[in-house]
T-cell receptor, first 110, second 117 residues
Framework: QKEVEQNSGPLSVPEGAIASLNCTYSDRGSQSFFWYRQYSGKSPELIMSIYSNGDKEDGRFTAQLNKASQYVSLLIRDSQPSDSATYLCAVIERYSTLTFGKGTMLLVSP | GAVVSQHPSRVICKSGTSVKIECRSLDFQATTMFWYRQFPKQSLMLMATSNEGSKATYEQGVEKDKFLINHASLTLSTLTVTSAHPEDSSFYIC?????????????FGPGTRLTVL
């Protein structure tokens, strides 16, 4: 059974701080890794994708992947109240289906 | 970025009726589309994988005769909830995989909120 584990939170950070979201996965065959943001009552929105070990930066977001440790993380710099949402980690083998974690709720206080 | 639309965004129907939900990839071709369901405060649950021109693959526990999926073109998949009942009330979300991309990136539609009275 493929599993993706995330801390459900909520993770509370003050505005301007760095939010760190973590995810571990069980399937060593996983090749693609994604972070989605989901606001309450809305569908998931793709934030970041990462495919190789190391860091990938896009604006205020940095995804980090460590395949040896089966660990992927998302850093959000200069957190804003509008970043308050549930963040879903998802992994996939090639040409397979996404396996989602249950999500981490992030609350950014003004 | 890739855009996926869904229609309708919200539907209210009487018990026993059928409801059709459309999912379209607007600026890319999608050989594969996916249908998810999400109940309040719960995780996304994959219902089925839809491949253009072939039968959908349903996840365990999902009734294929109740949730009819058709993927007739590279840009359109439909989900029909037949003889809907109140327990089918949920948030239905489709996603599509861009056939031209070498990655497995899935782009989600905005979702359809179904309420069965």
């Amino acid at each position: 059974q493929k599993e993706v584990e995330q801390n459900s939170g909520p993770l509370s950070v003050p505005e301007g701080a760095i939010a760190s979201l973590n995810c571990t996965y069980s399937d060593r065959g996983s090749q693609s890794f994604f972070w989605y943001r989901q606001y309450s009552g809305k569908s998931p929105e793709l934030i970041m994708s990462i495919y190789s070990n190391g860091d990938k930066e896009d604006g205020r977001f940095t995804a980090q992947l460590n395949k040896a440790s089966q660990y992927v993380s998302l850093l959000i710099r200069d957190s804003q109240p509008s970043d308050s949402a549930t963040y879903l980690c998802a992994v996939i083998e090639r040409y397979s289906t996404l396996t989602f974690g249950k999500g981490t709720m992030l609350l950014v206080s003004p | 970025g890739a855009v996926v639309s869904q229609h309708p965004s919200r539907v209210i129907c009487k018990s026993g009726t059928s409801v059709k939900i459309e999912c379209r990839s607007l600026d890319f071709q999608a050989t594969t589309m996916f249908w998810y369901r999400q109940f309040p405060k719960q995780s996304l649950m994959l219902m089925a994988t839809s491949n253009e021109g072939s039968k959908a693959t349903y996840e365990q526990g999902v009734e294929k005769d109740k949730f009819l999926i058709n993927h007739a073109s590279l840009t359109l998949s439909t989900l029909t909830v037949t003889s809907a009942h109140p327990e089918d009330s949920s948030f239905y979300i489709c996603s599509a995989r861009d056939s031209s991309e070498r990655t497995d990136t899935q782009y989600f539609g905005p979702g359809t909120r179904l309420t069965v009275l």
